[in-house]
C-alpha cells in the first residue's frame, strides 16, 4: 500500500485520464450507432467536416465539391470533378479532441480555466483539422506522387502535434493548489 500512497498524484491523473477517455468513447461510439444519416450523411460531425473543408478550398481558389459517398460511410471531396479524398468518421477530429480533452481533465485547475481551455483547445484542433483536411486534397491534387507520406506521416503528425503542444502550454501554466502544511 506505500506505492500506492508515494504515487497517489500518478495513479489519480491515470484513472481520470483513462476513465474520461473509456468513457468519452463510449459515449461517441453510441452517438454513432445512433445517429441518423439523413439529411447529413455519414451523420453530421463528419457531414460538416467535409462542407467546410469544402469551403476553405474554394477559397484557395479551386473548383470543388463534396458528395455523399455511395460505396462507404464518408464523403467525397473533389477538386476539378475528380474527387481525391474521402472524409470518414475518424477525419473529424472528435477522437482527437477526445484524447486532448482527457488528458487536460486529468490536469485539471479550477473549473472555469479547464473548461475554457478545453472548449478553446477543442476549437483550435477541430479548425486546424479541417485546415489539415483542405491542405492535404489540395497537396493530393498537386502533387499525388506524395499522397501515402502526406495522409499517412506529415498530416497526422501534424494534428498529433497540435495536441502535444496544447498539453505542454497546459501543463507548463498547470500549478496545482497546494494545500498548507501544519506545523
Not at 73 to 92: A, D, F, K, Q, T
Not at 115 to 132: D, H, K
Request: net charge neutral; charged share 15%; hydrophobic share 50%.
Amino acid at each position: 500500500m506505500e506505492i500506492f500512497r508515494k504515487n497517489k498524484a500518478v495513479i489519480k491523473f491515470l484513472g481520470v485520464f483513462f476513465g474520461t477517455y473509456i468513457l468519452l468513447t463510449i459515449a461517441y461510439q453510441l452517438y454513432l450507432d445512433h445517429a441518423p444519416d439523413q439529411p447529413y450523411f455519414p451523420e453530421i460531425i463528419t457531414h460538416m467536416v467535409a462542407l467546410q473543408t469544402e469551403s476553405l478550398i474554394s477559397l484557395f481558389g479551386y473548383d470543388t465539391n463534396s458528395i455523399p459517398s455511395h460505396y462507404d460511410p464518408s464523403m467525397r471531396i473533389g477538386i476539378n470533378g475528380g474527387y481525391l479524398v474521402r472524409v470518414v468518421e475518424g477525419c473529424n477530429a472528435v477522437s482527437v479532441i477526445i484524447l486532448f480533452l482527457s488528458f487536460i481533465l486529468a490536469f485539471k485547475k479550477d473549473f472555469k480555466s479547464t473548461v475554457l481551455f478545453i472548449f478553446a483547445g477543442s476549437v483550435i484542433i477541430y479548425s486546424l483539422n479541417v485546415i489539415r483536411i483542405a491542405l492535404l486534397t489540395i497537396g493530393i491534387y498537386e502533387i499525388p506522387e506524395y499522397q501515402e507520406f502526406m495522409h499517412g506521416t506529415l498530416f497526422p503528425a501534424f494534428i498529433y502535434g497540435l495536441v502535444f503542444l496544447l498539453w505542454i502550454v497546459w501543463i507548463k501554466n498547470y500549478k496545482p493548489k497546494v494545500k498548507p502544511v501544519n506545523e
